[in-house]
């Protein structure tokens, strides 16, 4: 039922941790300095280390190999919204600027249409994305190809598991940077 969103490539195994909701529901890997910045900050407990020391810090630090979040994420409930919203646009593209690439908050978030509006564009999942004011300020009146800009990602009504990685990918970032 959880995406376990596992990394190719960038990390070995013993550079991912595993991170559990207080739950102990497993929610996701993500990497280990990003699990021990949780411990750092109180927001998680370590629950299995890797026998691997940390280098070059106390050689007391182990790896983390699994971690348990000390508030429990809500992972069930509110997080299909199958109702067409701008909020749920920005949520689809976990807040990302589909244009370049930018991470915004709720606040400066933006809605593009791909379509412009004057040209008949309209409120729809495949018409809407995510963009930065800076962005959608240049694309203007323009359609991507027109304005020479690149989306990244084909805008659709958002799949029920993807969904739930990115609000877990989401509450974990502000779990990681807002605290
Ligand atoms: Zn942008």
Known sequence: ?????????????????????????????????????????DKAEVVASYDKPIRSVSTSIKTPKVVRLKTYIKLIGNYVHKAYSKQAVHRRDGYICQYCGIQLTSKKATIDHIMPQSRGGRDTWKNTTTSCQKCNGKKDNMTPAEAGMKLLSVPDKPDLVKQLDVDLATQLRELIYNS
């Open 1 to 41: 039922m959880y995406p376990w969103r596992i990394s190719r490539g960038r990390y070995s195994m013993t550079d991912r941790t595993l991170v559990l909701n207080a739950s102990y529901e497993p929610i996701q890997f993500v990497d280990w300095r990003r699990a021990l910045a949780l411990v750092f900050r």
